[in-house]
């Protein structure tokens, strides 16, 4: 089993940053793929990011692709979402989620074996 906290969510003006972190516990963090999705009222989870578990190989939704960035810590056993350049549409509850398959990048819901409660980020215009 793998725990997962997410925090960083927040209030936020169009245009601003915000970071968020994932934090591991319980298996080693490096052995798994790490993915961040997303989602908003009466929406579906949505994919955004996607590393693996070296943090060499990344992969974005188009919808975030060159605003947000993902990276990992494994000795903090730490994972990060950088979002800049927030839109309104960003608005959404935030997940992060860790896959068994650490070599590869997933970007379904049902590829992930873990689970984080999600942080709330808000994007006002």
């Known amino acids: 089993q793998v725990q997962l906290v997410e925090s960083g969510g927040g209030l936020v003006q169009a245009g601003g940053s915000l970071r968020l972190s994932c934090a591991a516990s319980?298996?080693?963090?490096?052995?798994?793929?790490m993915g961040w999705f997303r989602q908003a009222p009466g929406k579906e989870r949505e994919f955004v990011a996607a590393v693996t578990w070296s943090g060499r190989n990344t992969y974005y939704a188009d919808s975030v692709k060159g605003r947000f960035i993902i990276s990992r810590d494994n000795a903090k056993n730490t994972g990060y979402l950088q979002m800049s350049g927030l839109k309104p549409e960003d608005t959404a509850v935030y997940y992060c989620?860790?896959?068994?398959?650490?070599?590869?990048?997933?970007?379904?819901?049902?590829?992930?074996?873990?689970w984080g409660q999600g942080t709330q980020v808000t994007v006002s215009s």
């Open positions: 989620a860790a896959s068994g398959t650490r070599h590869f990048i997933r970007v379904g819901v049902n590829e992930y074996d873990f």
């Open positions: 319980g298996r080693t963090f490096s052995n798994y793929a």
